[in-house]
T-cell receptor, first 117, second 112 residues
Framework: DTGVSQDPRHKITKRGQNVTFRCDPISEHNRLYWYRQTLGQGPEFLTYFQNEAQLEKSRLLSDRFSAERPKGSFSTLEIQRTEQGDSAMYLC???????????????FGAGTRLSVL | DAKTTQPTSMDCAEGRAANLPCNHSTISGNEYVYWYRQIHSQGPQYIIHGLKNNETNEMASLIITEDRKSSTLILPHATLRDTAVYYCIVRAGGTSYGKLTFGQGTILTVHP
């Protein structure tokens, strides 16, 4: 399978614990995005990388959230001191930025569902 | 990015064409229309995008009005597996634009 891969698919944690999610993008895709989706809502943008540089962060990304893409390949999203409000689906997407940007099509993984008890 | 308006839900009979409308009256000249769909418990799936010309691919057709203030996604022969939430998104082209801004989308239910 050469699509976007996310691990784990499901995570249950207790309030106050730290969690880390991993995303492996489509090979050679230079952009990687993180989104969060709560029940009944569309995905909300969190942050994105071009290669290893983090180019934009949403206001949704509080100080407890940190994302990295150290070698420009896979990425991790860490949530420290989880709260019940962090319960959501965390989606990763990747794209290959070409000339002009219009065909910067984002392909999504299946997501990591986080439940904070 | 321009705001989009979509009906909350639509129904379609299996085998018939599904026509999903989207209003984007504040779209600007460099903004593209993208369509994604999300089947339950899966990540969003890219369907099609366009600037001003009509577009067709193996999944769907995209019809954009001449003034670009609205568009219609057409699934020519809907199947039960097309039941999903369909998102219409407007986003500028250019390398400086990254994120997609999703709205609530249209819940399409295809009936046998």
């Amino acid at each position: 399978d050469t699509g976007v891969s996310q691990d784990p698919r499901h995570k249950i944690t207790k309030r106050g614990q730290n969690v880390t999610f991993r995303c492996d993008p489509i090979s050679e895709h230079n952009r990687l995005y993180w989104y969060r989706q709560t029940l009944g809502q569309g995905p909300e943008f969190l942050t994105y990388f071009q290669n290893e540089a983090q180019l934009e962060k949403s206001r949704l990304l509080s100080d407890r959230f940190s994302a990295e893409r150290p070698k420009g390949s896979f990425s991790t999203l860490e949530i420290q001191r989880t709260e019940q409000g962090d319960s959501a689906m965390y989606l990763c997407a990747s794209s290959l930025l070409g000339p002009g940007g219009a065909k910067n099509i984002q392909y999504f993984g299946a997501g990591t569902r986080l439940s904070v008890l | 990015d321009a705001k989009t308006t979509q009906p909350t839900s639509m129904d379609c009979a299996e085998g018939r064409a599904a026509n999903l409308p989207c209003n984007h009256s504040t779209i600007s000249g460099n903004e593209y229309v993208y369509w994604y769909r999300q089947i339950h418990s899966q990540g969003p799936q890219y369907i099609i995008h366009g600037l001003k010309n009509n577009e067709t691919n193996e999944m769907a057709s995209l019809i954009i009005t001449e003034d670009r203030k609205s568009s219609t996604l057409i699934l020519p022969h809907a199947t039960l597996r097309d039941t999903a939430v369909y998102y219409c998104i407007v986003r500028a082209g250019g390398t400086s634009y990254g994120k997609l801004t999703f709205g609530q989308g249209t819940i399409l239910t295809v009936h046998p």
